[in-house]
């Protein structure tokens, strides 16, 4: 959660990740934010949303075609509804959505490490530290930081504190708790991993590491519990991705309206998604091996140019 948090950190002493790139030039600001946000919406996050969590729903429904496509107009109408009012996003996403979401996955995590297991699994990577930054990379936590660090910024401006020292404590502040809180959720989730290694070789993605082990610990009802898991993780950021996307794509072209582009990436997530879980990591996995690491290097270049001209 390094990355993430020092993202927010160096990005909030410019106006945005846009104006940070633009210190070295203005095109490749333009054409790099763009990259990220297509990334971060309809061509990887966006779609994924939905093929994650309807993989979590094997109980239920089948993996078929046409279900999985009922599913995903289904997830993807619900998230076009709650980011048609991104004014009221904050609210439902903070302050309901997020709590119920942080609850349920400690749930789940202490349950599993209390009970009882098979000693440890041995580790099926030849090089676990290059494999964990190369799937860390999946998470798309540092590209998310470049386009929410604004929006960010804009919620607490909108608190009306009139101090920017005030203010970029207040964002400090927000950024430390929300890393040590994911960090904390990651590490249970890593411990429950480890734990249970040895019992689960052939999972081919992590949502069918989680979709096991909740059946383990709660038997039949496992399945229901890791369902609503994942579909609340999946809403929550699925609706506040097309809305930011929506959003940047709209200050690019504001002739198209918000509500266009929202329908436009609603619908290229229904697209995209049919084609399953596995399939969207296998496309993804080297393009966000490029773009990731271009992204780190941008960073250190606002931390050095920032130092340099007495900004931090």
Known sequence: MVFPIASVIIISRYKNASQMISTIHPVLANAFMTIVYLLIGPCIAIPRTASTSFAMFGWLLPS???????YSCLFFGACFAAALHPNKLKDILGKVMGPILVAMVLILCISALLSPS??????????????????GYQTMD????FCFTIVISLNIQSLEIPSKKKQRQILL?????AGF?????YGLLAACGMKFSGQIPDASNGAQVLSWLASLTFGKFGAVFISMIFLAACFNVCSGL??????YFH???PKISYRNWLILFTASGILVSVQGLDWILAISAPVLSFICPAAIVLLIWGLVYSIRHKTL
């Open 142 to 145: 540092i590209l998310a930081a």
């Open 118 to 135: 098979d000693p440890i699994g041995t580790c099926a990577y030849t090089s676990p530290l290059i494999h964990g930054l190369k799937d």
């Open 242 to 247: 097309l809305s930011c996307c929506s959003e």
């Open 64 to 70: 078929a075609f046409p279900f999985q496509l009922l």
């Open 181 to 185: 809180l994911l960090t904390c959720l």
């Open 251 to 253: 200050t690019l072209a």
């Open 173 to 177: 502040k927000a950024a430390f708790v």
